[in-house]
């Protein structure tokens, strides 16, 4: 488990945020939803939005969809 957090945060992580704490001790239920939502709403959408964004440009559907319709505008001028 460790490892794979170490993984996940060495893709994903930033030098000022990490995508998951590795908690190391016992947390007690009552506690987890206030250590999910440390992160504002807004910021969690942002860096989802940025995530999906990385995906598209490298997604070879997406850019075979993108350079398509360039050309079709192209094409129309």
């Known amino acids: 488990m460790e490892s794979l957090c170490g993984s996940i945060n060495g ?4 030098l000022d945020w990490m995508p998951l704490r590795y908690i190391h001790r016992n947390v007690a239920r009552r506690r987890l939803p206030g250590l999910y939502l440390q992160m504002p ?3 969690r ?3 989802h939005q940025k995530l999906i964004e990385r995906i598209r ?13 360039a050309l079709a ?3 129309t001028d």
Request: proline share 0%; with cysteine; charged share 40%.
């Open 11 to 14: 893709d994903y992580g930033e």
């Open 41 to 43: 709403l807004e910021e």
């Open 57 to 69: 440009s490298q997604d070879v559907h997406w850019w075979r969809k993108t350079f398509l319709k």
């Open 45 to 47: 959408q942002n860096r």
């Open 73 to 75: 505008v192209c094409d």
